[in-house]
C-alpha cells in the first residue's frame, strides 16, 4: 500500500533492472488505469508526483525528445565546470562548523548537507539565494506526502514559483541550466509550456533534496560502522569506493512512482495486469542477497560490489549522476579529513516521514577538536 493505494512493488534487484529496460511497462501517466478510471481523488498526493509532462513521465520517442533537449543542460563539461563551486562551498561550510565549539552538537544535516547541494543547485540553475527557503519547503511537502490541502496548496506554490522563474529567464536570460531549457531546440522542438513547469518541477525535487539526503547518510553509516571509516582515514580504501558503497547501501531514493503496465506482463513470478503500478523499490534492490551476497546489508568497502541502482538505470539513469558523486565524495571527505574526532551525538534520529526519500531528519554530531 502507498498512501491507501494498492500497487505492486518491484524488490529485487533482477525484477526492478528487467522492468526498468522493459518498453512493455510505461512511465506515462495515462497508462494507469485506476487514475484514468477516476479511482485516484483528485488531492490524492502521490497523483501530484505523478500526473506530470516531463522526461520521468513519458516514454519513448517522447522521452529520448525529451532527455535530448535536457541533456544539453547536463554536459560532462558543465558539470566539471562546478568542480571549484562544490569545492569552495563545501570547504567554507566545513571552516564555519569548525569555529564552533568542540563538544557542541552540530546537525550536519542542517549545516553541511542542505545548503552544500541547494547552493550547487542553485549555481546550477540560476535560482537566488531568496529561493533556497521556498524551495526546500515544497520539496519537503511533495516528499512527505501531505494532506490534500497541503497537495493543492503545493501545485499552486509550484506553478507560481515555475512561472515567475521562467519569466524571469525569458526576460534575461544567462548562461544557467534554467535559461537553456527555457531557450532549448533541437530541430526546431521547444519544450511546451507544460513540459517546461513540469520538467523544472523535476530538476527541483531530484536536484537537492536526494543529494542532501545522501550526505546526510554518508555520515550516519560512515559513523556507524568506524572500522570502514578507518580505512579511507589509512588510505586503504578510497573515498569513490565510499560513494558507491553509500549509494548501495545507503541510498536516499528508497523508491519512486510508478512504472505501469502496458499489458498483462509476468515479472517477478507474479502477472501484474495492463494498467497496474509498480512501486520502484531502489533500496530493496539495493539490498538484494542474490546480487549483492550474503552481506549485503553490512557497509563494506573491501566488497567489490557489482553496479548499484542507487542513481538509476537504463534510459531513466539520473542525469545528474556524475554531480552527486562529485558533492557526495566532496563532503564526506572533507567532513573526516578535518574532524578526525567526529562522533554520533545523541540517540539515533528519526527518519524523514516519506515512502520516497531514505534518510533522517537531523543528523546530530560532536565535531571535536578540528585537524590543524
Same mark, same amino acid.
Given at each position: 500500500?502507498?498512501?491507501?493505494?494498492?500497487?505492486?512493488?518491484?524488490? $529485487? @534487484?533482477?525484477?526492478?533492472?528487467?522492468?526498468?529496460?522493459?518498453?512493455?511497462?510505461?512511465?506515462?501517466?495515462?497508462?494507469?488505469?485506476?487514475? $484514468?478510471?477516476?479511482?485516484?481523488?483528485?488531492?490524492?498526493?502521490?497523483?501530484?508526483?505523478?500526473?506530470? @509532462?516531463?522526461?520521468?513521465?513519458?516514454?519513448?520517442?517522447?522521452?529520448?525528445?525529451?532527455?535530448?533537449?535536457?541533456?544539453?543542460?547536463?554536459?560532462?563539461?558543465?558539470?566539471?565546470?562546478?568542480?571549484?563551486?562544490?569545492?569552495?562551498?563545501?570547504?567554507?561550510?566545513?571552516?564555519?562548523?569548525?569555529?564552533?565549539?568542540?563538544?557542541?552538537? !552540530?546537525?550536519?544535516?542542517?549545516?553541511?548537507?542542505?545548503?552544500?547541494?541547494v547552493a550547487v543547485f542553485a549555481a546550477l540553475f540560476g535560482f537566488e539565494a531568496s529561493h533556497h527557503d521556498r524551495m526546500r519547503a515544497m520539496v519537503a511537502t511533495a516528499f512527505s506526502q501531505g494532506s490534500p490541502e497541503e497537495v493543492a496548496a503545493?501545485?499552486?506554490?509550484?506553478?507560481?514559483?515555475?512561472?515567475?522563474?521562467?519569466?524571469?529567464?525569458?526576460?534575461?536570460?544567462?548562461?544557467?541550466?534554467?535559461?537553456?531549457?527555457?531557450?532549448?531546440?533541437? @530541430?526546431?522542438?521547444?519544450?511546451?509550456?507544460?513540459?517546461?513547469?513540469?520538467?523544472?518541477?523535476?530538476?527541483?525535487?531530484?536536484?537537492?533534496?536526494?543529494?542532501?539526503?545522501?550526505?546526510?547518510?554518508?555520515?550516519? !553509516?560512515?559513523?556507524?560502522?568506524?572500522?570502514?571509516?578507518?580505512?579511507?582515514?589509512?588510505?586503504?580504501?578510497?573515498?569513490?569506493?565510499?560513494?558507491?558503497?553509500?549509494?548501495?547501501?545507503?541510498?536516499?531514493?528508497?523508491?519512486?512512482?510508478?512504472?505501469?503496465?502496458?499489458?498483462?506482463?509476468?515479472?517477478?513470478?507474479?502477472?501484474?495486469?495492463?494498467?497496474?503500478?509498480?512501486?520502484?523499490?531502489?533500496?530493496?534492490?539495493?539490498?538484494?542477497?542474490?546480487?549483492?551476497?550474503?552481506?549485503?546489508?553490512?557497509? @563494506?568497502?573491501?566488497?567489490?560490489?557489482?553496479?548499484?541502482?542507487?542513481?538509476?538505470h537504463g534510459p531513466h539513469t539520473c542525469l545528474g549522476s556524475s554531480l552527486a558523486r562529485m558533492e557526495l565524495e566532496t563532503a564526506l571527505q572533507g567532513l573526516f579529513t578535518r574532524f578526525p574526532q567526529v562522533a554520533a551525538a545523541g540517540d539515533e534520529?528519526?527518519?524523514?516521514?516519506? !515512502?520516497?526519500?531514505?534518510?533522517?531528519?537531523?543528523?546530530?554530531?560532536?565535531? $571535536?577538536?578540528?585537524?590543524?
Amino acid at each position: 500500500m502507498v498512501a491507501g493505494l494498492e500497487v505492486w512493488a518491484l524488490t $529485487g @534487484d533482477e525484477a526492478l533492472r528487467s522492468a526498468l529496460n522493459d518498453s512493455r511497462f510505461r512511465r506515462n501517466w495515462r497508462s494507469w488505469r485506476a487514475l $484514468g478510471e477516476g479511482e485516484v481523488p483528485e488531492n490524492h498526493p502521490v497523483r501530484a508526483m505523478v500526473h506530470l @509532462d516531463n522526461m520521468l513521465t513519458s516514454d519513448g520517442a517522447e522521452h529520448r525528445r525529451l532527455r535530448g533537449l535536457i541533456s544539453r543542460a547536463f554536459t560532462p563539461r558543465r558539470i566539471e565546470a562546478l568542480r571549484p563551486t562544490v569545492e569552495k562551498t563545501a570547504r567554507e561550510l566545513i571552516e564555519a562548523l569548525a569555529e564552533r565549539p568542540a563538544d557542541e552538537p !552540530v546537525d550536519v544535516k542542517e549545516e553541511l548537507a542542505y545548503p552544500l547541494s541547494v547552493a550547487v543547485f542553485a549555481a546550477l540553475f540560476g535560482f537566488e539565494a531568496s529561493h533556497h527557503d521556498r524551495m526546500r519547503a515544497m520539496v519537503a511537502t511533495a516528499f512527505s506526502q501531505g494532506s490534500p490541502e497541503e497537495v493543492a496548496a503545493l501545485r499552486a506554490d509550484v506553478d507560481a514559483f515555475v512561472d515567475e522563474l521562467v519569466a524571469a529567464k525569458r526576460a534575461e536570460p544567462g548562461e544557467d541550466m534554467t535559461s537553456v531549457l527555457v531557450t532549448a531546440n533541437e @530541430d526546431g522542438d521547444r519544450l511546451s509550456d507544460v513540459e517546461l513547469r513540469d520538467t523544472l518541477w523535476l530538476m527541483i525535487t531530484a536536484g537537492f533534496e536526494t543529494t542532501a539526503s545522501a550526505v546526510a547518510n554518508g555520515v550516519r !553509516v560512515l559513523l556507524s560502522n568506524p572500522d570502514q571509516l578507518a580505512l579511507l582515514r589509512e588510505g586503504e580504501a578510497e573515498w569513490a569506493t565510499a560513494v558507491e558503497e553509500v549509494l548501495r547501501h545507503s541510498t536516499s531514493v528508497a523508491a519512486l512512482p510508478f512504472l505501469f503496465a502496458g499489458e498483462d506482463v509476468e515479472i517477478g513470478g507474479v502477472t501484474v495486469a495492463e494498467g497496474e503500478p509498480l512501486l520502484l523499490g531502489y533500496l530493496a534492490a539495493n539490498l538484494d542477497e542474490e546480487r549483492y551476497g550474503d552481506n549485503a546489508e553490512r557497509f @563494506d568497502l573491501t566488497e567489490d560490489r557489482p553496479r548499484n541502482l542507487g542513481l538509476g538505470h537504463g534510459p531513466h539513469t539520473c542525469l545528474g549522476s556524475s554531480l552527486a558523486r562529485m558533492e557526495l565524495e566532496t563532503a564526506l571527505q572533507g567532513l573526516f579529513t578535518r574532524f578526525p574526532q567526529v562522533a554520533a551525538a545523541g540517540d539515533e534520529p528519526a527518519e524523514m516521514p516519506s !515512502v520516497f526519500i531514505n534518510s533522517p531528519l537531523t543528523l546530530p554530531v560532536r565535531l $571535536g577538536t578540528p585537524a590543524p
